[in-house]
């Protein structure tokens, strides 16, 4: 059994390695801005669903919003997150048991680090521990965010087994429409993920544009790293989904809001159209992240396996 983490987070293996060298440091802000990105699209995913009245799915994705944005929350305080659904929300919840927090230690093996050299290891201690870590870092650092992490919190655990009951209760997702007592149930449901999955985006957001402000991290190039947000956020970010939910009035309204908070995140940024910012960006590129190609190459090839078998 590994051995429990320091209690502080900031000297957690996970925290130190973001923060080996100007590289890791650009691609801890895009493992950041891919989290919060995540966390938005499923919200307007699950409101799309909503407003056609898929109500079972539209859950699903409200809850997949709050996981990304429970994992925003450590990948921030820590450098790393718990894969497992249960770790998190067993966490977030306090519980007795054991937990793990593990997103790293399997992104690295992407690069072929030979096993056992000990450059990131998998945390694993007593939930409560670890919640009690993640609360303390929350206080020292994103005090700004420290009121919506304690609101939202709470409700990633309670959600859990209501998600489940979406996708696994066969008797409940059959009688998702015209049922006496499974409809408004849904419903209400549904409106409850809504507002869950909205404080989970809001909480990120927060938690991002601190990061963004404040870690020591970014200060050497920040005006640069500013002109980088607001290039991603007006391409990758706004004009992607954009497109993807231009169908859906109700998730173009929840864009513009958050396009609207992350639209000014201070400070001096150089010119979006900055001749040198592409090579300033190089290290979070396929090619160079190895991690991140390493994880898109197994996809591709898990994608043709699977069109292989099917014949495609």
């Known amino acids: 059994m590994p051995n429990p983490p320091p209690p502080n987070m900031h000297a957690w293996d996970s925290f130190v390695y973001w923060r080996a060298s100007e590289a890791r440091a650009k691609q801890c802000w895009y493992v950041s801005f891919c989290l919060l990105m995540s966390s938005v699209q499923d919200r307007l995913t699950g409101l799309a669903l909503a407003e056609a009245g898929n109500l079972n799915w539209a859950t699903t994705a409200f809850y997949y919003s709050a996981?990304?944005?429970?994992?925003?929350?450590?990948?921030?305080?820590?450098?790393?997150y718990p894969i497992q659904h249960r770790d998190m929300n067993g966490i977030l919840e306090g519980v007795n048991g054991r937990a793990k927090v593990d997103w790293l230690k399997k992104f690295h093996a992407y690069i072929g680090a030979p096993a056992g050299t000990g450059v990131i290891e998998e945390k694993s201690a007593a939930a409560s521990d670890l919640r009690t870590s993640l609360m303390s870092a929350v206080a020292v650092s994103f005090r700004g965010s420290d009121a919506t992490v304690q609101r939202f919190a709470p409700l990633l655990p309670k959600f859990k087994n209501l998600r489940n009951d979406s996708n696994y209760e066969a008797l409940l997702v059959a009688h998702e429409r015209n049922h006496f007592l499974v409809t408004e149930t849904f419903q209400r449901l549904a409106r409850a993920a809504d507002t869950t999955s909205a404080l989970g985006v809001s909480m990120a957001i927060r938690l991002y544009l601190e990061h963004l402000r404040g870690s020591a991290q970014f200060q050497a190039e920040h005006d640069r790293l500013l002109s980088a947000h607001r290039l991603y956020l007006r391409g990758r970010f706004e004009q992607s989904l954009r497109e993807k939910f231009h169908g859906s009035p109700s998730a173009?309204?929840?864009?513009?809001?958050?396009?609207?908070?992350?639209?000014?995140?201070?400070?001096?940024?150089?010119?979006?159209?900055?001749?040198?910012?592409?090579?300033?960006?190089?290290?979070?590129?396929?090619?160079?992240?190895?991690?991140?190609?390493?994880?898109?190459?197994?996809?591709?090839?898990?994608?043709?396996?699977?069109?292989?078998?099917?014949?495609?």
């Open 67 to 80: 996981m990304h944005s429970g994992r925003m929350l450590f990948f921030v305080c820590s450098g790393d």
């Open 252 to 312: 173009l309204d929840a864009l513009r809001e958050a396009v609207a908070a992350l639209a000014d995140p201070g400070g001096a940024a150089a010119e979006p159209d900055d001749p040198e910012l592409d090579a300033f960006l190089d290290p979070i590129m396929y090619g160079q992240f190895g991690q991140k190609q390493g994880l898109m190459d197994r996809w591709e090839r898990d994608v043709a396996s699977l069109e292989a078998s099917v014949g495609n």
